[in-house]
């Protein structure tokens, strides 16, 4: 089996964001926002969901000082039908998108493509983004909330959060090899 090497291609920035739920002292430090309600005055947890990648993107273009035309690619993934909240969240934006779903693997499956492009010089930037909300999750995957299931304590147990990269040739300390 033949390895993707990458020479050239580097992590700009990341941005995370987490539900209150899911922060503690370990992760807190490398956390760029923190959120305690589960709606965040949204209709929906779908909403809501598109909103945490949202939260992300617009933390990138704003620590890096990029603008959406300084991005050729956006790269999302989440866990819900028809990656529902990365194509509401690519909707707000003029910036051409590539939905990408592997469950937990999605962000770095969006690593591999966005550097395999951008190592062979066919985008410049990219912004690889993911999201998961527990609720959103429990609903359509385990045990539908509506039901009124009871989680045992042993099931296992989706995070609440997003995360997002800024992707190019750019050198910085964080460099993507293979």
Known sequence: MKSLNFN????????????????????????NFVYDDYYYNDKS?????????????????????KKESDIDLLIGGDLNNQLLASNFNASLYNIPFLGVFSACASFIEGLIISSSLIEHNLISNSIVVTSSHNLVNEKQFRFPIEYGCIRKKVNSFSATGAAGALISRKKSKLKIVN
Do not use: C, H, R
């Open 8 to 31: 050239n291609v580097y992590i700009n920035d990341y941005y995370t964001m987490l539900a209150k739920t899911e922060n503690n002292p370990i992760v807190s430090k490398k956390v």
């Open 45 to 65: 947890l779908e909403e809501t969901e598109s909103w945490f990648q949202q939260v992300v993107i617009d933390g990138l273009l704003k620590n890096q000082n």
